[in-house]
């Protein structure tokens, strides 16, 4: 009862957290637009969202990532490592598992996470995560877990960061949520800059990920696709966030990535969902549409394939030390993770042409078969992946 009573307070504040209204930004149509300066957010001062706060401020500079995850600032922060799981609020792992119809009880495969910088808890916060939640050890000692740098050293690792730090946790423990039997790779780019990710999911490729989860976004500059040999590896499932501002962004706009776009729910225990207003979606200003995407609405690439929860209002239960412990998160940084571990269920994961060819196996947020920012919509199951 108690838990259900959580999760239910949780989703009420939903309805505290609307009032603004997103930016209005010109999609990105044909070669040759002028691309729009970044529009302030209503209340946003660098980082905030209504409600929420987003750990990496905007950094528009060309070729520079940002982290995606949003922490609900309505909900203090929980600091006990042994608080019992129906004392944790937000969405747990069985609650994603029914919400997306996912067969956690699969055999997974190992997925890489690249982020940037050093997050020197993370396997702590991981072992906490899924203790609390009764899912199986994932360590360094028995082979499930592995830290390593830029170039697939384990030393030296790059320079810790808090943001980082909180986005790494939370890539964790959602890749553990749908794939509670994975392996996981945490690959540390050396900075934020998307040379420095690109060269990271290089690494990840070479050392055996078949699952590649990006939880960043870069805004889009003229020479983006310089960086999509990073993204481009037959056989290898990339995931990306779709961003958290309302516009396109990269690499959401690579044509060899599943963008995920974000969603609220909107009721329990249906697990209804609707588009959260502040994810990232349009047409690309500079990467032209790719053949698989003919019903997306847009002259070039539209930036969500995809989608899954991102409203830190009804967000996801996570834990970070660097965030004070455990705390709500969302942002489309759930949603790439989130995928990732679906990925890996599926046995045989596949590029974002065969979700579009097997789109009835997600089901649509909204009228049509394809919504601008939840792309074909939620996955139910994995059989589209």
Not at 40 to 54: D, K, R
Not at 154 to 160: A, E, F, K, N, Q
Not at 299 to 326: H, K
Request: charged share 15%; aromatic share 8%; proline share 8%.
């Amino acid at each position: 009862m108690k838990r259900t009573l959580g999760v239910l307070a949780l989703f009420a504040l939903a309805a505290c957290g609307g009032g603004a209204t997103a930016p209005s930004l010109p999609d990105g149509a044909a070669n040759g637009v002028v691309r729009a300066a970044h529009e302030t957010i209503p209340g946003e001062g660098g980082n905030a969202l209504p409600g929420a706060v987003l750990s990496c401020a905007f950094d528009p500079r060309p070729g520079q990532g940002n982290c995606t995850v949003a922490i609900n600032v309505e909900i203090p922060p929980i600091s006990s490592r042994t608080t019992p799981a129906s004392l944790v609020p937000g969405l747990h792992p069985a609650d994603l598992q029914r919400a997306y119809a996912l067969p956690s009880q699969n055999a997974g495969q190992t997925v890489a996470i690249v982020d940037a910088y050093d997050d020197p808890t993370a396997e702590l916060d991981l072992a906490t995560y899924r203790a609390t939640f009764g899912l199986p050890a994932c360590t360094s000692l028995n082979g499930c877990f592995r830290k390593v740098n830029e170039t697939g050293g384990r030393i030296p690792l790059p320079l810790p960061n808090d943001a980082w730090a909180q986005e790494i946790s939370l890539d964790l423990d959602m890749v553990s949520a749908a794939c509670p039997r994975c392996s996981i790779l945490l690959v540390e780019a050396s900075s934020s800059s998307i040379d420095d990710l690109g060269a990271s999911v290089d690494t990840a490729v070479r050392l055996g990920s078949k699952i590649v989860s990006n939880s960043y976004y870069a805004f889009e500059w003229p020479h983006e696709a310089n960086e999509d040999v990073h993204y481009r590896h037959a056989g290898v499932a990339m995931t990306v966030s779709a961003g958290d501002a309302a516009e396109t962004f990269y690499p959401a706009a690579s044509p060899y990535v599943t963008s995920v776009g974000g969603t609220t729910f909107t009721a329990l225990p249906a697990f209804a969902q609707a588009p959260w207003k502040f994810g990232g979606s349009g047409c690309s200003f500079y990467e032209p549409r790719p053949a698989f995407q003919r019903a997306a609405g847009c002259a070039t690439r539209s930036t969500v394939d995809v989608a899954a929860v991102a409203d830190p209002q009804t967000g996801v239960a996570t834990f970070a030390a660097a965030g004070g412990g455990w705390v709500v998160a969302g942002g489309t940084s759930v949603g790439a993770p989130l995928l990732a571990g679906a990925y890996a269920l599926s046995a045989n994961p596949r590029g974002p042409a065969y979700a579009y060819a097997h789109s009835k196996y997600f089901t649509p947020i909204g009228p049509g078969r394809y919504g601008r920012q939840t792309g074909l919509g939620v996955p139910d199951g994995v059989l589209g992946l």
